[in-house]
């Protein structure tokens, strides 16, 4: 069958022309993918320390003077607090991870969303940090419903007495490292370069390149002769 020449009436399906990655998508991506391990390391280790930091603290405090029934509940509201933040850590980690993919494919939805989850996990993070470096600062009496400056003074004394200090300054450590690396993919990420280049695309029709924008505006086309 002979070659026909193509319809000049008849679309055709646009081709993508590849197009070089800002360096800045390609540092925010690589600091959301790192900074999703750090969270992860994190959430592993304030998961596997939750329980024993909460029988010692149960001990510690009885011995202080705390009522068990006190002290048992206001280990539940330790407990719950300490696996609350570590899983809310894994989430976000996982996520963190996932994105940093869609940002380096190049995805519009992956950089809104890897914005959002990176404020979030600074969120996330100073809470982290009180429940551990601080937790002695907290009243966690108010658990127990009958809270008393004595219950409280004890209380916050075997909270610093049982929590571990390794625990403390890993925690401590990865959330600073993980706070730098999350502020840093919001500033790459917003820059004019990244946001240019998610929004907008080059491609290619019957060899008449064309551009075209994607994020919430109708499509230009713009035909550029060879």
Known sequence: MLDRPPDPIKPVAPVPV????PLAVAAAG????GSGGVGLLASVALLAGAGPVVDAFVARAVVLGVD???????????RTALLSSGSGTLALAVLSMVLAWGVMARYEAA??????????SLACGVVRTSVTAFGNGVD???????????????????FGDTMPSWLVGLGGGLTDLQSFGYIAVIVLLVVPASREY????????????VRWRSAGSSRRTKAVPP
């Open 18 to 21: 590849p197009r070089q990655r």
């Open 30 to 33: 690589l600091a959301l993918g």
């Open 68 to 78: 068990p029934v006190d002290a048992g509940a206001i280990a539940r509201a330790v």
């Open 111 to 120: 950089r809104m969303g890897a914005l959002v989850v990176a404020a979030v």
């Open 140 to 158: 966690w009496s108010l658990a127990a419903g009958r809270p008393d400056p004595a219950t409280a003074a004890a209380v916050a004394e075997a």
């Open 198 to 209: 998610f929004r907008t695309r080059l491609e290619s029709t019957a060899g008449f390149p």
